[in-house]
């Protein structure tokens, strides 16, 4: 599918797991794709972009510096051209209940996932607007819907993740469109400190029965960035095997 062809994608948090399996993804459908990370191995995920035929640039970016973002956004216009489509993905979580939680962490949590995206989003937003057709997906989390022991800072974020790509959708509506994934339990490195009967316990709580894979979710991803989804503005769409409509008791 060449659904992005001439289009210019960039994805944060792109080294591995989802946003690695996005840049992959808008690639093979066709998209020129910036690789943002402060891990080295977006190299590698630049590297396969190439290697298959698609066109990949790797920039060091910690979505949370406007600096970062400056450099990385005049890189992009030069190498690989203005930018058409965001997916803001990037992020960090440090898991402790509130009251273990010192200001520098929550702080922190605050200015990668959240304020990173806005920062982001500002530095895009004179490219994405140029020509009325835009497209920004946030990567929030169905925690932005419910709670898990140990995410304050993190679910607060992934919450007004999906509040902010509602408010930019009717702020900048006929200029571009904002939509925002909520995905489930989907196997990455994030599921690394999990152990196996905590995995298989996440697996029977989705109503399919299974951890989902970074390339289901890009591929959720990949459609909200092309003109496949020209009408859809605004939205949170779930992408998590439903989990979150699985009530586990009567
Ligand atoms: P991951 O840990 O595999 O990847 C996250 C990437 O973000 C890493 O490459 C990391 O280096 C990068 N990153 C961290 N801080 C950064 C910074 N300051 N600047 C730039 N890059 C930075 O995680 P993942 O599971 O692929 O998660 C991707 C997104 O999906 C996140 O927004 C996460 O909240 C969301 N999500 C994941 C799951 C899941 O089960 N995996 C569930 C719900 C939501």
Known sequence: MNRLTG??????GAAQGIGA?????????GASVAVLDIAAARDDVAARINAAGGRA????????SEADWAEAIRRCRTELGPVDVLVSNAYTV???PAHETSLASWERQLS???TGTFLGFRACLPDLTRNRAGSVVLTSSVHALIGLPGRPAYAATKAALTGLARQLAVEYGTALRVNSVLPGPVLTAAWDEIGEADRQRSAE????????????VAAAIAFL????????TGAALTVDGGWSVYKMSS
């Open 57 to 64: 640039v790797a920039m060091r970016c910690d979505v949370s």
């Open 225 to 232: 960035a092309s003109e496949e989804a020209s009408f859809i």
């Open 112 to 114: 990668v996932n959240l």
């Open 21 to 29: 399996a996005t840049a992959q993804r808008l690639a093979a459908d």
């Open 94 to 96: 440090d898991v402790r």
């Open 7 to 12: 289009k210019v994608a960039v994805v944060t």
């Open 205 to 216: 709580e989705t109503a399919m029965k299974r951890l989902g894979r970074p390339e289901e």
